[in-house]
């Protein structure tokens, strides 16, 4: 389930509001989409897949789990880890 959007990676492209298949969110000229109907998200994943700068957060759980902050997430490493390990984004290259 769709957890957050990170305001300070966020650059308001609004491709999040597009890809998501079931309108979870609402889109705001100039400003952070907002998640205005987190219980309509299926973990389709489609969003972080799209964002192109990893602002997004999709909890692999199908209920919210508000235990983690943002903070926390990154530090962990969960944020854009779907898309990392899925291998929708670009592997370092060795130099
Ligand atoms: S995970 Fe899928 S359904 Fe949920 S907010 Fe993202 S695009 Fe929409
Ligand atoms: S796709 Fe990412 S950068 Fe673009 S509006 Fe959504 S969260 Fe922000």
Same mark, same amino acid.
């Given at each position: 389930?769709? /957890?957050?959007? =990170? /305001? ?5 492209? +609004? $491709?999040?509001? $597009? ?5 979870? %969110? +609402?889109? =705001? ?9 987190? +219980?309509?998200?299926?973990?389709? %994943? ?5 964002? @192109?700068?990893?602002? =997004? ?6 209920? @919210? +789990? @508000? ?10 490493? %969960? ?17």
């Amino acid at each position: 389930m769709i /957890e957050l959007i =990170l /305001e300070d990676r966020c650059i308001r492209c +609004d $491709k999040c509001v $597009k890809a998501c298949p079931n309108e979870v %969110f +609402d889109s =705001l000229p100039g400003e952070l989409p907002v998640i205005a109907r987190r +219980d309509e998200c299926h973990t389709c %994943f489609l969003c972080e897949v799209y964002c @192109p700068v990893n602002a =997004l957060y999709v909890s692999p759980y199908s209920v @919210p +789990d @508000p235990a983690l902050s943002a903070t926390e997430l990154a530090a962990r490493g %969960f944020i854009g880890s779907y898309v990392r390990n899925s291998g929708w984004a670009p592997v370092p290259q060795r130099p």
